[in-house]
């Protein structure tokens, strides 16, 4: 009886040692291998940080500081962040830049947007005592200056085509008064070391009229650098703003030139704004565009009218212009757009005073502009009827 007590005592050291060995070397495999055991829960949690944003370069480190005690302002990001600017030429035949460019194209890496828009006057044309050459060096210049570091920080630029830059304005005899400006722009653009990085989707009279997609967004640039867009190029617009591409974006924005309606001195008047702004804003509003950007008239105006938001990009080049109402001074400026999906407003702008990189406020503004054109209200206060 003993023996057999003792053979079974020792059965059970036994298999209680094997039991032991078995949990321990487990334990241990779970801390040198945790992929080996994870759950696909734990294999979520574990996957890889989002990629952090870029250093900043030491120059536009060296502006932000400048702008005071504090530093730039930063917006807070929100689904997708647009940097826009308009109206970089200075005096006819420039193949120089104001200081307020080159700063506003240094500080791009600073608000780390994922597309760039220039709403048009990239170059100083628009005048008939200008040579091939000469119009060939601005774009050239423009190139230096503003698209190949865009390129060089592998960020995409949406442009439209402004009167200094390739004038659609007609002769009597039908024909473009600037044909030699408009050929020589779309030989630029064409090119493939020109390439401005977006994704078109139709490039139908590329870089007049096309379309892009970027971030769940639909663009379509329309050719307003002057007043009047063709009937066949409307039928175009709007083909292609009721095309399953476009109406199945989150977003639809339009960029052209010319405004809809009139905000600033020396723009109040038939041919610097398109032509029928009522209709056309009619026919936006109808395919739900969200926005309409244009440039031209060299003020800032974050604007509504109906159901439709309408961006008046300031200038940065030479000449900012006074509002048509109000006493505040011209300034030259650039936007940052942040598009919230979720958010009622959807888009939230950052405008910048580019000589002092204070933060223009949306107070400091008219509450609305009426000129002989209609009238346009700032989009934080009620909106006009339309």
Not at 197 to 223: Q, R
């Amino acid at each position: 009886m003993r023996i057999r007590r003792s053979l079974f005592y020792s059965f059970i050291a036994g298999l209680l040692g094997l039991c032991l060995t078995v949990t321990l070397h487990a334990c241990q495999a779970a801390e040198t291998s945790p992929s080996d055991t994870a759950s696909p829960a734990t294999a979520v949690v574990q996957a890889s940080p989002l990629p952090t944003e870029k250093p900043l370069p030491p120059e536009t480190i060296a502006i932000a500081n400048s702008a005071g005690p504090n530093g730039l302002f930063k917006p807070e990001r929100g689904d997708v962040r647009l940097v826009i600017f308009s109206d970089l030429n200075s005096a006819y035949g420039s193949t120089t830049y104001e200081p307020e460019v080159e700063k506003g194209i240094k500080l791009i890496p600073f608000w780390h947007p994922d597309l760039v828009l220039c709403s048009g006057d990239m170059v100083a044309g628009q005048s008939p005592s200008l040579s091939e050459t000469r119009f060939r060096e601005m774009w050239a210049a423009f190139d230096q200056v503003v698209a190949a570091p865009l390129r060089q920080m592998q960020l995409p630029l949406g442009i439209t085509m402004g009167n200094h830059d390739a004038s659609s304005a007609l002769a009597i005899s039908g024909k473009f008064l600037f044909q030699t400006e408009r050929d020589i722009a779309a030989e630029y653009w064409t090119q493939p070391a020109h390439n401005p990085g977006v994704t078109l989707i139709d490039k139908f009279e590329f870089p007049f009229y096309y379309t892009f997609a970027a971030n769940d967004i639909f663009f379509l640039v329309w050719d307003s650098s002057s007043s009047h867009i063709p009937a066949d190029k409307l039928a175009w617009i709007e083909k292609t703003l009721a095309s399953a591409k476009a109406q199945s974006a989150k977003m639809r924005i339009v960029m052209g030139h010319l405004p809809l309606y009139a905000i600033s001195i020396g723009r109040d008047e038939p041919g610097e704004v398109l032509e029928n702004g009522d209709d056309l804003r009619v026919m936006l509003e109808k395919y739900n565009v969200h926005t309409y950007i244009s440039g031209h008239h060299h003020a800032y105006y974050p604007a509504r009218r109906g159901k439709l938001q309408l961006l008046h990009m300031g200038i940065l080049g030479a000449g900012p212009r006074p509002y048509l109402v109000g006493s505040q001074a011209p300034r030259k400026s650039l936007t940052v757009v942040d598009i919230q999906f979720d958010s009622p407003e959807w888009t939230t702008y950052t405008t910048y005073d580019m000589q002092t990189l204070q933060v223009i406020q949306n107070d400091e503004l008219p509450s609305e502009i009426t000129s002989a054109l209609g009238t346009v209200t700032r989009r934080d206060v009620k909106a006009v009827a339309s």
